[in-house]
């Protein structure tokens, strides 16, 4: 059974940080390329960041320079670290896994707000 687990999700001040993580089983996980997604209500689902099994991360313009996607492919786990969260990156965020079939988290929700 494939599982994509998302934990870390949070209230945060604007210019703060979060480390949200999603924790991966039923797959070989070195196989599949990991990504980040957000989505808000009214709006399409976005791709946040994305990171093949042993490549650097790409990310969207408006996240680039805050936000690091990293993974531990021994712990399949894979993580997006976020800096200098501005309001509009309020958001559910979730994981996904992609090769030729594609999986994705129930999501974990990020407010940022004063």
């Known amino acids: 059974q494939v599982r994509l687990v998302e934990s870390g999700g949070n209230l945060v001040q604007p210019g703060g940080s979060l480390r949200l993580s999603c924790a991966a089983s039923?797959?070989?996980?070195?196989?599949?390329?990991m990504s980040w997604y957000r989505q808000v209500p009214g709006k399409e689902r976005e791709l946040v960041a994305t990171?093949?099994?042993?490549?650097?991360?790409n990310y969207a313009d408006s996240v680039k320079g805050r936000f690091t996607i990293s993974r531990d492919n021994a712990n399949n786990t894979v993580y997006l670290e976020m800096n200098s969260l501005k309001p509009e990156d309020t958001a559910v965020y979730y994981c996904?896994?992609?090769?030729?079939?594609?999986?994705w988290g129930k999501g974990t929700l990020v407010t940022v707000s004063s």
């Open positions: 996904h896994a992609r090769r030729v079939i594609q999986y």
């Open positions: 039923g797959f070989t996980f070195t196989n599949y390329a």
């Open positions: 990171m093949s099994a042993f490549g650097s991360g």
